[in-house]
């Protein structure tokens, strides 16, 4: 059987090429992957190389947002079986360390997370995964909603951690996919007011599809605007799903007295006038969250019930055969590409 697989073999640059066939291990499955999502961090790779410490070696495969239909089962598994459609948590911790025994196994420093140096990710045609982190998804569910349940998981992790709740107002800062999927958890937690803040327009008017209110924070102050509509209060919850000092401060400052604000962004290693006065005098509780425990089934389930419309961020879709296509138009026309899915 051949497995065709797109590699990254320079910055900016994949070629196709064949990979073997993956093993399958007795608690592992064989998938055959059916859709990818292209991920900010797939992009990151692609452009710079690496992220932090995570340095790509060519030849590399990125691809981490995936589901499928398992092909075959090694002989411990019981739980799944060959036809099954499926979605996959990329990231398997070692189960043995002290993260992982007390049950924030996202933390595992040990971690094997696809697409994350150095290990490979799944722009392949077959892949093998542990049945511990391969998850059913059901008929009514295609199968790029459930690569999509690997974002929205983060979301859903953001908004939990941010205790968002019923009637409240939440701010989100950046409308990439990671602050689209943020504002359908928020949603779907209920809040009743949801201010999305970015630069680029066709993600506000993303945002503002799913049921924001937006500012583009190049025209217009979105502290001031997160005042007018709370009477001065502020937010009951802010999120920074951008990453950038500017954003951070935004949170802060828009976030009412005793608020909360989850930062998600990755993007600034440290964050100049982190303002800690403002902080104190409001009493604010700061959070932060690294991708997601246990949620997999969560998001499924509000997915398959119709209760997030996750398929709704995706702007633009791919062949496989078009892999090198859709990694140069999501890398290069930022100003219109929302989501790109690749779709086998
Ligand atoms: N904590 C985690 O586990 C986790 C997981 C995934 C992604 N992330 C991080 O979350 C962030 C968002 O990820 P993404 O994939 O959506 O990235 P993205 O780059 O697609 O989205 C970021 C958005 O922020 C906007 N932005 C930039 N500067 C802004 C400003 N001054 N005001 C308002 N908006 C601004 C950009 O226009 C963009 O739309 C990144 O920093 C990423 O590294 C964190
Ligand atoms: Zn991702
Ligand atoms: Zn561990």
């Not at 045609?125 to 511990?132: G, L, M, N």
């Not at 502020?234 to 799903?241: E, K």
């Amino acid at each position: 059987m051949s497995n065709k697989t797109f590699y990254m073999t320079d910055l900016e640059k994949l070629e196709v090429g064949e990979a073997p066939m993956p093993k399958v291990g007795p608690d592992d499955v064989m998938i055959k992957v059916q859709s990818v999502g292209v991920c900010g961090s797939d992009l990151h790779y692609y452009h710079t190389g690496s992220i932090g410490n995570f340095i790509v070696k060519p030849p590399f495969i990125l691809g981490h947002e995936a589901a499928g239909i398992i092909e075959e089962v090694g002989e411990n598994v019981k739980n799944l079986k060959p036809g099954d459609r499926v979605c996959m948590e990329p990231g398997v911790p070692c189960m043995k360390c002290e993260e992982c025994l007390t049950g924030h196994y996202n933390l595992c420093k040990d971690v094997k997370f696809w697409a994350t140096p150095p290990y490979d990710g799944v722009l392949s045609e077959h892949i093998s995964h542990p049945a511990a982190f391969t998850f059913k998804i059901p008929d009514n569910m295609s199968f790029t909603e459930g690569a999509l349940v690997e974002p929205l998981a983060i979301g859903l992790h953001a908004c939990n951690t941010g205790n968002v709740k019923l009637g409240q107002t939440v701010v989100i800062v950046g409308a990439g996919c990671i602050g689209l999927v943020t504002l359908l958890a928020a949603k779907a937690y209920g809040a009743t007011r949801i201010i999305v803040g970015d630069v680029l327009d066709k993600r506000l008017e993303k945002a503002r599809e799913l049921g924001a209110i937006t500012v583009n924070t190049k025209d217009d102050d979105l502290v001031k605007k997160v005042m007018e509509l709370t009477e001065g209060r502020g937010a009951d919850v802010c999120i920074d799903c951008a990453g950038f000092s500017a954003t951070v401060d935004a949170c802060l400052s828009a976030a009412k007295p005793a608020g909360m604000v989850v930062i998600v962004g990755l993007g600034a290693d440290r964050v100049d006038g982190f303002n800690t006065s403002m902080m104190s005098v409001k009493e604010l509780t700061v959070k932060s969250i690294f991708r997601y425990r246990n949620l997999y089934p969560t998001a499924i389930n509000a997915i398959a019930d119709g209760r997030i419309n996750v398929g709704a961020i995706v702007s633009h879709r791919f062949k496989f055969d078009d892999t090198i296509d859709a990694f140069a138009t999501c890398h290069k026309d930022i100003r219109n590409v929302v989501k790109g899915v690749i779709e086998y």
